[in-house]
């Protein structure tokens, strides 16, 4: 005899592993987003260092950064950006929701997790639509604090004073959260 309760658990289990299955299968398909979406800027920013040094790579992430955003958003069908709770350019500050997880990050951080393993993925409705979001951290590492250390060099302070008047993205060390990889993709 079934009663009301067994066959709503009939009913859900399929639902829930298909939905667990579903989640999977994105958040694969985020992390290869977010390996290519990376490792074409950190070739740009590679390039940017040889060919001048971190005065010229600020000039990379002025120009290059936000048009490799788009192109991978539009080549991949997510939403690519990053941001931080402490942002140089306010187009990227983050929203409710990637403030919710950086600061979980940081939590995590200090609780011991490898920064470069820390990802949250979660399903979240937005204007009555399903969306499934993921950010991944990035630790800095000790090229980036000669634009996001506490000890940079003048030059490099003044192009930044002069591309990003409203900068906070300074005073990190290595190892520091420098923030995250955020994607989204409407369901």
Sequence with gaps: MYT??????????????????????????GKGVIKSFFGDLKG???????????????NVCN?????????HSQMSGWQVS?????????KNKPDAWETQVLNEFETRKAAGEDPM????????EENGRKVFRMMKAIPTAEVCTKCHGSDIAAPVAEKLDELYPEDKA???????????FT?????
């Design 44 to 58: 740009e920013l590679v390039k940017g260092m040889k060919s001048g040094g971190p005065v010229h790579t600020i």
């Design 63 to 71: 120009k290059v950064a936000p048009n490799l955003s788009e192109a």
């Design 170 to 180: 300074r005073g990190y060390s290595v190892g520091d959260l420098r923030g995250a």
């Design 4 to 29: 009301k309760a067994m066959t709503l658990l009939l009913i859900c289990l399929p639902v829930l592993a298909w939905a667990e299955q579903d989640t999977a299968k994105l958040t694969a398909e």
């Design 117 to 124: 393993k820390i990802v949250k993925t979660e399903i979240v």
């Design 82 to 90: 990053r941001t931080s709770l402490k942002t140089r350019n306010p």
């Design 183 to 187: 994607l989204k993709k409407m369901l």
